[in-house]
């Protein structure tokens, strides 16, 4: 009879340790360390509309490539990433954008950082570039955008630490 007890609690507590395990696990999908990574992160939605509040971005990286995918509907927001390396490029892609101007602003804490937008790459593949830190663009077609964020090859200071881009 003690055994039977003694049996249910462990299977009991098993259970629980299973269950706690994968609640408490994150959204990530990880490939290899050095490769590809995927996973949904929050970003902050700066909409006028209630019932939007956060949203989720999907999240890759390739090599030395930070991409985060988002929809034109969420749009304006602000999403923050994390440069861990000096030769890392940060590409913002922008599905579905059919609005007249698209804008992008980097910031920073520290402002000696050596970072711009690299480019930004239009639906038929064209691009133009480099710009500033901010950047405004009449938009010439509907598709997807991509943003690129990244080192100025012709300044110095360090590209690593965290950054916010807000983007309308």
Request: glycine share 8%.
């Amino acid at each position: 009879m003690i055994n039977l007890i003694f049996m249910k609690i462990l299977i009991n507590v098993l259970w629980s340790s299973i269950l706690g395990v994968s609640c408490c696990s994150n959204n990530g999908i990880s490939q290899n360390a050095n490769t590809t990574t995927t996973k949904t992160e929050n970003m902050e939605n700066n909409s006028s509309q209630p019932s939007q509040g956060r949203r989720g971005a999907m999240r890759t990286v390739e090599g030395n490539k930070i991409i985060r995918t988002v929809d034109a509907s969420q749009l304006p927001f602000t999403i923050g990433e994390e440069f861990t390396d000096e030769n890392q490029q940060f590409i913002l892609v922008i599905k579905k954008f059919n609005k007249p101007t698209l804008s992008a602003k980097i910031n920073t804490v520290e402002k000696d950082r050596n970072l711009r937008i690299n480019q930004i790459i239009l639906p038929d593949g064209s691009a133009d570039g480099p710009f500033s830190r901010e950047m405004k663009y009449a938009k010439k077609q509907s598709g997807t955008y991509k943003i690129v964020f990244g080192k100025n090859l012709m300044a110095e200071g360090k590209l690593k630490g965290n950054i916010s881009v807000t983007v309308e």
